[in-house]
Nanobody, 123 residues
Framework: QVQLVESGGGLVQPGGSLRLSCAASGFTLGDYAIGWFRQAPGKEREGISCINKSGSSTYYLDSVKGRFTISKNNARNTVYLQMNSLKPEDTAVYYC????????????????WGQGTQVTVSS
């Protein structure tokens, strides 16, 4: 069955970096766009990045643009989110999700989700 498993979260100091991984199984990664979302306590889930099927097109939320980089390795069925210059406001549970069609920042356009990985940015 379709499965997405996130990893790579943890505790990091402000200004630090983390790389999240999203391991996909049960489908061919190259046939789908994949998005990254996050949800902080008491806040709504927000779409922060997305990469299209081929990896040729990406989307970033303004607040992470220039700091986060999404990439995918279709051969390894894995999507990555490199996060640099992390800020306390980046603290959240991060999820990857498979799109129903094309890239989108709306969670309703995604139909398969991972369990999430916690990212905490604090000194």
């Amino acid at each position: 069955q379709v499965q997405l498993v996130e990893s790579g979260g943890g505790l990091v100091q402000p200004g630090g970096s983390l790389r999240l991984s999203c391991a996909a199984s049960g489908f061919t990664l190259g046939d789908y766009a994949i998005g990254w979302f996050r949800q902080a306590p008491g806040k709504e889930r927000e779409g922060i990045s997305c990469i299209n099927k081929s990896g040729s097109s990406t989307y970033y939320l303004d607040s992470v643009k220039g700091r986060f980089t999404i990439s995918k390795n279709n051969a390894r069925n894995t999507v990555y989110l490199q996060m640099n210059s992390l800020k306390p406001e980046d603290t959240a549970v991060y999820y990857c999700a498979r799109s129903i069609a094309r890239c989108s920042r709306y969670g309703t356009d995604f139909n398969s989700w991972g369990q999430g990985t916690q990212v905490t940015v604090s000194s």
